[in-house]
């Protein structure tokens, strides 16, 4: 997959930023650089590889994680935090819409 610059122009004007002529086609080299990099990671054959759940393990397979308990530490205090929000509703906070 490559884009053209039109794409980037498109892309831009999405995120709101302007880019010159000469910020567009560096951009344009710098996706496509990271779109061929995907395309030969994809290409690895990974068939029979099992997924890492740590890339530690690899090198020190007896190594025991040590993983905290998943306690609550601090009080809820949602509701002093959303006094002071300009508006909230039902535990939410309510923002202005940003998507036209």
Partial sequence: MSL???DVKRLSTLAQI?????QSAQTLDKLNGI?????????VDTTGIEPLN??????????AL????DVVSEAN???DYQKVAPAT????YLVPKVIE
């Fill in 35 to 43: 779109f061929a990099l995907v395309e030969q990671l994809r290409a």
């Fill in 89 to 92: 509703q039902d535990g939410l």
């Fill in 18 to 22: 302007e880019l010159t002529t000469e």
């Fill in 66 to 69: 040590r993983l905290r308990e």
């Fill in 54 to 63: 740590h890339p530690i393990a690899t090198m020190l397979p007896d190594l």
């Fill in 77 to 79: 205090r949602r509701d």
């Fill in 4 to 6: 053209e610059l039109s």
